[in-house]
């Protein structure tokens, strides 16, 4: 899978990327990820993409020219169609259902807000899927782009290893149900156990409790769930 991710601060990627399973997904070229610094499609010598608002206001709004002829270029560079998404607090809120949706697609064109956010034409012209991760606000799209390729690397197949990892996740089907308790060792910490159905050997009984246990975590912490 093929993540292009459009940014004025292509810097904050560099340890993201080489970190934990993603490095290992990138270096076993089972995804990989393209840092793109939109002043690259600037007009002027300042490398500026960015002007004030018109009506005013304060802040500034990202241009329309550098965007559109940014992702433009970069999607002639790959066969594989992109579905562009605009991280923004207006768009769809981010969930588990989505990460599916989005893992489906072969390639996906990031793009990064900042300062007032995009000229509306951006949206009139490339027509993205307008995604937030949530009701609060960030300094701009980047870590939010983080958020998305870390949901969505995980559903790449081979990227865990063992795919009831992702099977087994809070959120994901079939049931979407909280994850249930895990334990390792040891067995007992300052009069804390753990559950003798876990070291019973009988793997039935383990399925059974685990899934009574998503059940009564999901009722009692996010029963809009069940």
Known sequence: ???????????MFDGYLRQSLLNKAIEGELTDVRVRDLRQWSRDKHNSVDDRPFGGGPGMVIRVEPVVECVEQITTENPAPPHIVLLTPRGRRLDQQVVEELAAKPRLILLCGRYEGFDQRIVDILRPDEVSIGDFILNGGEVAAMVVIDTVVRL???????????EEDSFSLPNRLLEFPH???????RGHA??????????????????QQSYETTKSRRADLL
């Open 1 to 11: 899978m093929l993540f292009d991710v459009v940014t004025l601060f292509p810097g």
């Open 156 to 166: 790449v197949p081979g990227v865990l290893g063992d795919e009831r990892s992702a």
């Open 183 to 189: 334990y390792t060792r040891p067995r007992e910490y």
């Open 194 to 211: 753990v559950p003798d159905v876990l070291l019973s050997g009988d793997h039935q009984q383990i399925a059974q409790w685990r899934k």
